[in-house]
């Protein structure tokens, strides 16, 4: 079995196998406006950035707002390199190429690797989650990515995207997140060993 006929099994099983009446409301619904599903995790992040103090007495809301421009950062650069990829790979969408794929949305006209959706969500998400570990719980710390997942997976339902469209997403956006997320702690390390050093 081929990667392709896997990948189309997979696809037709989540889009035809896992069909019911909630899912064709709350998929689409979650690929138009997931995002928005971000804001209270946001108004946390800063409300309990500006409560909470670090060891020094300082709150933690500079943080909450580097992170949140780390995360805008992230999913910018994501976006390029998903037109590049795409570009690169001309993989058709399972929509235009697959018989038989239930859409619940029109069908779009771009490339389908990868999925578009999946980078920019995980982009954002990976600072979210590892950029908070100071002041938010570790339960509430994965939100950002359930959601993310959820995004992801709703393109697969809708049958956008193929699986693997989505994992590669998945891991190219959460490795660029988790990138820019480590260098900004790299930064600020170094400037506070300047600091102390002077």
């Not at 019911?20 to 995002?35: R, S």
Request: with cysteine.
């Amino acid at each position: 079995m081929t990667l392709q006929v896997l990948d189309t099994e997979i696809l037709l099983f989540i889009n035809h196998g896992l069909a019911n009446g909630f899912f064709d409301v709350l998929m689409p619904a979650l690929t138009l406006h997931g995002y928005l599903l971000i804001i209270p995790y946001l108004l946390a992040i800063f409300l309990r950035g500006a409560k909470q103090e670090n060891d020094q007495g300082k709150t933690f809301l500079a943080a909450a707002v580097w992170t949140f421009l780390i995360a805008c950062a992230a999913a910018y650069l994501a976006g390029w390199v998903e037109d590049w990829i795409k570009d690169i790979i001309a993989r058709p969408r399972p929509c235009r190429v697959v018989e038989g794929v239930r859409l619940l949305l029109p069908c779009p006209g771009s490339f389908s690797m990868p999925s578009g959706h999946a980078i920019s969500s995980f982009a954002f998400a990976l600072p979210l989650w590892h950029l908070t570990r100071r002041y938010i719980e570790p339960l509430w710390r994965f939100y950002p990515l359930f959601l993310a997942g959820m995004i992801a997976f709703s393109r697969i339902y809708l049958g956008a995207h193929y699986p693997t469209d989505v994992l590669v997403g998945a891991l190219l956006g959460g490795a660029i997140g988790l990138a820019l997320s480590l260098l900004y702690e790299v930064m600020g390390t170094e400037e506070g060993i300047r600091r102390h050093r002077k």
